[in-house]
């Protein structure tokens, strides 16, 4: 006998939710797959088992593999997050040592965020400083700063990658924003924050950026062993440019550096990026990024 088309309808749906899964989960898939799962999928079993040896096996096979404090199937999920976290615990490592020595040089605020990867935000100005003095060379050493940084983050993963359980690559990006913002600090949330309509555009901007995409097509704009740098103004392109260029020089980028318009963001126009590839294999860039103890035991 043919199957019921209730069940042919539920598998075509299963495999509409499968071929999401492998095309890459967006924001909000999970949720909606998992009610999917445990709300019209896991009530049929006792019926299914009813349908011959084959059926309810698979059933047992899943029930089997389903981790009973968090009722669902968490194997790969628990490899993949772990693998996350080991990720972003080296990352944060290196970023906290290589802030520190920043700070150091010229103090600054710095706030890192840490969610399903690595990112932070750094206010710099007269303002924030005791003396109120500030010279611009301390901005661009930033600037370079983080460009070091993005670099030695690629190296890292790179190194650590083959050592999870669920491989991993990682995406860099810098936005750039050389106009002053207006900013105020929040006594109650012990934080900073941007006041006005066209602070709050760059807000906007900080929050969607990383899923830009290329003008004309689908391409996104971060992409696995490169680093992205997006401005608005012809002056943060040629002064990136020009730092980029330097890192060239020293052997941490690759010579492929291409400019790029981006598609218009929500409320914003015109933005434009540089990418350029990471030497993950350079000399020099393992030189500044390995951690101390690393490189004493490979010596």
């Avoid at 019921?4 to 989960?25: D, K, M, N, Y």
């Avoid at 799962?37 to 896991?42: A, G, P, Q, T």
């Avoid at 103004?233 to 890192?247: T, V």
């Amino acid at each position: 006998a043919k199957p019921l088309l209730v069940f042919q309808e539920l598998r075509s749906r299963v495999e509409t939710h499968v071929s999401r899964i492998r095309a890459g989960l967006a924001s909000g898939d999970e949720p909606v797959i998992l009610r999917f799962v445990k709300e019209e999928i896991e009530p049929l079993f006792p019926h299914l088992r009813t349908l011959g040896l084959k059926v309810n096996r698979a059933v047992d096979r899943y029930e089997d593999a389903v981790d009973a404090s968090v009722g669902t199937v968490y194997r790969l999920r628990k490899a993949f997050e772990e693998s996350v976290g080991v990720l972003n615990g080296r990352l944060t490592s290196y970023l906290d040592r290589e802030e520190a020595q920043a700070q150091a040089h010229f103090p600054h605020f710095f706030e890192r965020h840490r969610t399903d990867g690595v990112d932070y935000l750094i206010y710099v100005g007269s303002s924030l400083l005791e003396t109120g003095q500030f010279e611009r060379l301390y901005l661009d050493n930033l600037r370079l700063w983080q460009i070091k940084v993005a670099c030695g983050m690629a190296w890292h993963t790179e190194r650590l990658r083959s050592s999870l359980k669920v491989p991993l690559d990682t995406t860099h990006l810098i936005l750039v924003q050389n106009a002053p913002l207006s900013i105020g600090f929040r006594f109650d949330e012990k934080r900073f924050d941007v006041d006005g309509a066209y602070d709050i555009r760059n807000e906007i901007i900080k929050s969607r950026i990383d899923k830009a995409v290329i003008k004309g097509g689908r391409e996104r704009l971060t992409q696995p062993g490169h680093l992205a740098v997006v401005f608005s103004s012809q002056e943060e392109g040629e002064e990136m440019q020009r730092h980029l260029a330097f890192f060239q020089e020293e052997g941490y980028l690759k010579r492929d550096l291409v400019t790029l318009d981006l598609e218009e963001l929500p409320g914003v126009q015109g933005l434009k990026a540089y990418r350029v590839g990471i030497d993950l294999e350079s000399g020099a860039l393992g030189q500044i990024a390995r951690f101390p103890e690393a490189a004493t035991a490979s010596a």
